[in-house]
């Protein structure tokens, strides 16, 4: 095997598991979410495992990434970042970053079914919303606001949320995400 492909196999197993610590997941939840046994992603993580397509796509849709990111694939110079929008829980999200430090993502809320009640969620990081269409309903600890197009917000996940579109409209949003707490800050200069 040429040097250069041993080198990239070599680095799959670390990207992975620093992928799975930023999302704050272990490996039973990742066992969940992707059906590859426990053994197998501990193995695939040490670079005891080689990895096949069969496991790094499952993994891909996973951590919202293309494949090539997982692969570290070299790049060509293109700036661009290629969108490929992954659904989850009836949510669409478009990620515009790469993978590591603080991720943004387009994100596409369509209105909850008549009758659906609200789940609030908390986990590591901090986040970061700004309206591009439509209106968001944000439950965020005891308060529930409702932000419009170019109106923004930032909390702390560890505060049980929740977001969603409020009336009959898909809401669009740009959000910040930071596992580390990383925070946008939005400063104006007085004159």
Request: hydrophobic share 40%; no cysteine.
């Amino acid at each position: 095997m040429a040097n250069a492909a041993k080198d990239v196999l070599e680095a799959v197993g670390p990207r992975l598991r620093e992928l799975r610590r930023r999302r704050g997941l272990t490996l039973a939840e990742l066992t969940e979410r992707t059906g590859i046994n426990e053994s197998t992603l501990s193995r695939l993580e040490g670079g005891t495992r080689k990895p096949t397509l069969e496991l790094l796509l499952p993994l891909a849709e996973v951590y919202a990434v293309p494949l090539d990111a997982l692969v570290g694939a070299p790049r060509t110079g293109d700036p661009r970042i290629h969108l490929r929008p992954v659904t989850r829980h009836g949510m669409t999200y478009v990620p515009l970053s790469r993978p590591g430090g603080v991720q943004a993502h387009k994100l596409l809320i369509p209105p909850a079914p008549p009758g659906t009640e609200p789940d609030l969620k908390t986990h590591e990081g901090f986040e970061w919303v700004y309206v591009l269409d439509g209106r968001l309903r944000l439950l965020l600890g005891d308060q529930s606001l409702v932000l419009k197009a170019g109106e923004a917000a930032e909390f702390d996940t560890h505060v049980p949320h929740w977001l969603g579109a409020e009336g009959d409209r898909t809401v669009e949003l740009l959000v910040l995400f930071g596992l580390q707490g990383e925070r946008a800050h939005l400063k104006t200069r007085t004159p």
